[in-house]
Structures are given as structure tokens and as C-alpha cells.
Nanobody, 126 residues
Framework: QVQLVESGGGLVQAGGSLRLSCAASGRTFSRNAMGWFRQAPGKEREFVSTISGPGGIKYYADSVKGRFTISRDNAKNTVYLQMNSLKPEDTAVYYC???????????????????WGQGTQVTVSS
């Protein structure tokens, strides 16, 4: 099973930016679809963005489209989420996820993943 470790969360003012990183173990990273999800207090976990292995196809939730960018560096076994123009409603714990069974992100976009990270807190103040 792939081990995932997120980093880069923190406290930022509205309109600011953060870049989340997710470092993955394993030799098959470049073939794995990867994704980001988030869970705000009192709410269910929701899809944010996914990227196919090896990285050509990206999807975004409507709420983050145009503000967030997902990318991956297969040489570093790392996936990133660049978050710009942050809003207070982006406040949540952000989780990285991996689908080892497919390079397509179809299952991930449904929240079906083989591995999840421990999460990193993002807080956006108004």
C-alpha cells in the first residue's frame, strides 16, 4: 500500500495562497491516479481535484476551478495542490489520496481510493 504524507497547510488570510504537497512511497507512483479531498468541520469529505497517472488529465470541483491547480512530479513521487485566491470557505483538512489500481481518476473522483494521507489543516481567515 502506498504511504502518503501531506504538508504545506497553515493559516492564511483571505486572498492568499498556499501550496500543499503529498509525498508518496512506492515504485508505481507515476502510474497511480492521485487526488485531493477536503473535509470542513461538520461536513462530509468532498472532492477537490484529481490528476491521472502520468499527469495529463486533471479535474477540479466547481468551487475551486480557476483558483486551484493540481500537478505532479513523478521523479519526486510528489503531487501538489497550488491554492490561490483562498476564501474562508476553503478552510478544511485537506487529504491526499491514491488509486493504485488505475491511472484514470474515475474512481478517485467518486472518493474511492486505495490510500489516504493523514491530512493537513488549511485555515483561511477573513
Amino acid at each position: 500500500q502506498v504511504q502518503l504524507v501531506e504538508s504545506g497547510g497553515g493559516l492564511v488570510q483571505a486572498g492568499g495562497s498556499l501550496r500543499l504537497s503529498c509525498a508518496a512511497s512506492g515504485r508505481t507512483f507515476s502510474r497511480n491516479a492521485m487526488g485531493w479531498f477536503r473535509q470542513a468541520p461538520g461536513k462530509e469529505r468532498e472532492f477537490v481535484s484529481t490528476i491521472s497517472g502520468p499527469g495529463g488529465i486533471k479535474y477540479y470541483a466547481d468551487s475551486v476551478k480557476g483558483r486551484f491547480t493540481i500537478s505532479r512530479d513523478n521523479a519526486k513521487n510528489t503531487v501538489y495542490l497550488q491554492m490561490n485566491s483562498l476564501k474562508p470557505e476553503d478552510t478544511a483538512v485537506y487529504y491526499c489520496a491514491a488509486d493504485q489500481s488505475s491511472s484514470s481518476s474515475a474512481r478517485l473522483r467518486l472518493g474511492i481510493a486505495d490510500s489516504w494521507g493523514q491530512g493537513t489543516q488549511v485555515t483561511v481567515s477573513s
